[in-house]
């Protein structure tokens, strides 16, 4: 019978990207000499820990703008599609024509649909925080 093993990470493993690869090194070797004071072991870890921080958010921010710059870009394909909607009303009090929401919804939704838009309303004020539910 021939089995083949799977191998499944482990929760805690890692893999150290090559940027980070001396500063492990580093802490290694401090860790095996016994003549290097802990103090200086402490201020490494320290260290180490600034620099992960300070990449996590630099790939948080590189997140940030990746999702911006999309919905920018899909909010001006959108805005390149939709049409002047048909003015479909008549306003006797002012004595102007109007385009109503039945109008628009027609036909302005289906393109902003299509480029991952939705719309939704609510009442001015309204504060979901304090609603009582």
């Not at 990470?9 to 001396?22: F, K």
């Not at 200086?40 to 911006?68: F, I």
């Not at 919905?71 to 909607?85: D, G, H, K, R, T």
């Not at 024509?97 to 939704?109: F, G, R």
Request: include cysteine.
């Amino acid at each position: 019978m021939n089995a083949v093993a799977k191998h499944e990470p482990q929760e805690d493993t890692r893999i150290v990207p090559a940027n980070d690869a001396p500063m492990v090194a580093m802490i290694e070797r401090i860790v095996m000499d016994p003549s290097i004071p802990i103090d200086r072991l402490e201020q490494m870890l320290a260290m180490k820990e600034r620099m992960e921080d300070r990449n996590r958010e630099m790939a948080r921010e590189d997140r940030e703008y990746a999702a911006k710059t999309a919905y920018f870009s899909a909010m001006s394909a959108c805005q390149a599609e939709l049409p002047v909607v048909t003015k479909n009303r008549r306003n006797s009090h002012t004595n102007s024509s109007y385009a109503d929401l039945a109008a628009i919804e027609d036909q302005a939704m289906p393109i902003i649909y299509k480029h991952g838009f939705g719309v939704s309303f609510q009442p001015d004020g309204y504060n979901p925080k304090s609603a009582n539910c």
